[in-house]
Antibody, heavy 125, light 106 residues
């Protein structure tokens, strides 16, 4: 069965960096993109970016450009997300999610069929 | 601000039908997907494409769309449906979520 297992909770000081990992199993790793989505306390979901697990190409939300990197290691089916220059409002639960996409007759659909369990990142002095 | 707009909160009486809506220009070019999220848990895919439910999702959940608005309908809401519901679609080279709707089952 498909599983995405994330690394554990982190506590960081402002200005530091955090690295969250996401290990995939149960499917062909390089066939599907992995996305990162975060959720601040009491807030909605916020898309951060994605990585093509085959090529390693990345695409980030403008808000995170220059602060986020995403990498993958195909030997261990793992994607990592690094966020630098942490601020208190980066405190959130960070999720990885596997996506699928399909287009037909000019209409496309994209969805996240599996999610990791989430990783709590707390930024506090 | 979110490019997809959802009502922050909706309530429904047990056993009744409720519609949760999501509006945004990107919905004219891409089908939305819907996710249910319960406290302390990761989101779960409910609906994608043209009203497609993944295996294991009850058939009381259905999706529809018209123009720039997509809707999730729960027919015969159950107590366990009390949760947050998030819509999602692809924008211009990025993904976007609605702000989420908190559903209360009375």
């Amino acid at each position: 069965q498909v599983q995405l297992v994330q690394s554990g909770a982190e506590v960081k000081k402002p200005g530091a960096s955090v690295k969250v990992s996401c290990k995939a199993s149960g499917y062909r790793f390089i066939a599907y993109y992995i996305h990162w989505v975060r959720q601040a306390p009491g807030q909605g979901l916020e898309w951060m970016g994605d990585i093509n697990t085959n090529s390693g190409d990345t695409n980030f939300a403008q808000k995170f450009q220059g602060r986020v990197t995403m990498t993958r290691d195909t030997s261990i089916n793992t994607v990592s997300m690094d966020l630098s220059g942490l601020k208190s409002d980066d405190s959130a639960i960070y999720f990885c999610a596997k996506s699928k996409s399909y287009c037909s007759d000019g209409i496309c659909y994209h969805y996240f069929d599996y999610w990791g369990q989430g990783t709590l990142v707390t930024v506090s002095s | 601000s979110s490019e997809l707009t959802q009502d922050p909160a909706v309530s429904v009486a047990l056993g009744q039908t409720v519609r949760i809506t999501c509006q945004g220009g990107s919905l004219r070019r891409s089908y939305a997907s819907w996710y249910q999220q319960k406290p302390g848990q990761a989101p779960v895919l409910l609906i994608f494409g043209k009203n497609i439910r993944p295996s294991g999702i009850p058939d009381r959940f259905s999706g529809s769309s018209s123009g720039d608005t997509t809707s999730l309908t729960i027919t015969g809401a159950q107590a366990e449906d009390e949760a947050d519901y998030h819509c999602h679609c692809r924008g211009n080279n990025h993904m976007v979520f609605g702000g989420g709707t908190k559903l209360t089952v009375l």
